[in-house]
T-cell receptor, first 114, second 113 residues
Framework: LAKTTQPISMDSYEGQEVNITCSHN???????ITWYQQFPSQGPRFIIQ???TKVTNEVASLFIPADRKSSTLSLPRVSLSDTAVYYC???????????????FGKGTKLSVIP | DAGVIQSPRHEVTEMGQEVTLRCKPI?????LFWYRQTMMRGLELLIY????????DSGMPEDRFSAKMPNASFSTLKIQPSEPRDSAVYFC???????????FGEGSRLTVL
């Protein structure tokens, strides 16, 4: 099963771009990479998902190199409200037991400083 | 459209008591997940269902924990008897397809005294 490794914490000033990298050396061919955001006292919330190259939506970009052994979540111009924990997930087809990842781990705690 | 609904939001009970947590997934979703979150262990998957059938319960800590999904719109996670180490926030999530975007509820904060 692919295991993900992320930094425990990061600090950033308001207005800066933040890049959070996740390592997943054992990612399988059918696995997707998904990022979630969690605020205190709330459940995680989906940010973005990708398979390869680059994916962009209204809140973030996800960069995945050709070997797919890592991925980088990019948050442009962060604000104080982006202070949260960010989780990287590697998940494939979990229609069958044992073939899933769905492991959130402890994530990266991002603190945005005024 | 309503999101995933969990109840109760907060539960305080005494050791040895039975605890039942409830979840209503998003209509149309075919997967339902139960997670537990603590400071020490982070967010752990306990069990998940596909079309109301339990697929993998290897994350359930011990026999005191059980989960059911009698129909597509309701699931329960039961702890009997409860212990102080069960104190945590329990999240329910649902998704459509695999792999899909997980939609989480607000969580049930359980405190066992």
């Amino acid at each position: 099963l692919a295991k993900t490794t992320q930094p425990i914490s990061m600090d950033s000033y308001e207005g800066q771009e933040v890049n959070i990298t996740c390592s997943h050396n054992n990612i399988a061919t059918n696995d997707y990479i998904t990022w979630y955001q969690q605020f205190p006292s709330q459940g995680p919330r989906f940010i973005i998902q990708g398979y390869k190259t680059k994916v962009t939506n209204e809140v973030a970009s996800l960069f995945i190199p050709a070997d797919r052994k890592s991925s980088t979540l990019s948050l442009p111009r962060v604000s104080l409200s982006d202070t949260a924990v960010y989780y990287c997930l590697v998940d494939g087809d979990y229609s069958g037991a044992g073939s899933y990842q769905l492991t959130f781990g402890k994530g990266t705690k991002l603190s945005v400083i005024p | 459209d309503a999101g995933v609904i969990q109840s109760p939001r907060h539960e305080v009970t005494e050791m040895g008591q039975e605890v039942t947590l409830r979840c209503k997934p998003i209509s149309g979703h075919d997967y339902l997940f139960w997670y537990r979150q603590t400071m020490m262990r982070g967010l752990e998957l306990l069990i998940y269902f596909n079309n109301n059938v339990p697929i993998d319960d290897s994350g359930m800590p011990e026999d005191r924990f059980s989960a059911k999904m009698p129909n597509a719109s309701f699931s329960t996670l039961k702890i009997q008897p409860s212990e102080p180490r069960d104190s945590a926030v329990y999240f329910c999530a649902s998704s459509f397809g695999s792999p899909g975007e997980l939609f989480f509820g607000e969580g049930s904060r359980l405190t066992v005294l």
